[in-house]
């Protein structure tokens, strides 16, 4: 099953999430490895649910900003890719020899440090991933900040996406693809996948 453009599914915390993204033809599943967080999924978990999906690139999620502990994060889960929060971990982690996804929080972020951004050549960089932690409203200004930023970098969108905006979004911007997030379980196996699977099953509709 194809989708139109690339997508990464952060946060995934369940087989159920896991399972419907593969099936649908995401591209990347990203794993929370950070023990205090409240999305951590132990390295035994993912390696449950790896066996339940194929051709889906493993995304190995950390917020740490030590080099020597994401390396030993990754060492136990073995991700296809690792994405961290900060840029300056960027060189330190090429030595893993894995594919690097940034992920920057827009809130807070001004248009003026995304125009720096976009001219800052980041070679050890694969993805750019831009999340926020608020509603986001793309006005013109913003829209052209990201044109400009896509235009320089592999940027995935992760914030201000519905099943109505998606293909708008898609054709205004250079996007390298989105990112949506997987939700909790209410229970095992139960499971309403609302604005992710509605989001997907657009892009999907929009291939046939």
Known sequence: MALQTTVKISNVTNLSDARY??????????????SH?????APEKV??????????????????????AVSSMVDV????????DEAALLP???TLNKPLILRLDLVGTTLAQLDTLASTPMPDMTYLLL????????DDDLLAALGQLASR???LLGTGISPDNVHTLLTQLPLAGIALAGENEERPGSKDFGALMDVLETLESSDE
């Open 21 to 34: 993204c593969a099936g649908m033809g995401v591209d990347m599943l990203g794993f929370s490895m950070d």
């Open 37 to 41: 967080s409240a999305d951590y999924v």
């Open 47 to 68: 390696g449950e649910m790896r066996g339940w999906v194929a051709g889906v690139q493993i995304v190995g999620e950390t917020q740490s900003i030590d080099p020597e």
């Open 77 to 84: 889960y073995q991700p296809d890719m690792v994405q961290v």
């Open 92 to 94: 330190f982690l090429h």
């Open 131 to 138: 999340e926020s932690a608020s509603p986001v409203h793309f």
């Open 153 to 155: 970098h592999a940027v």
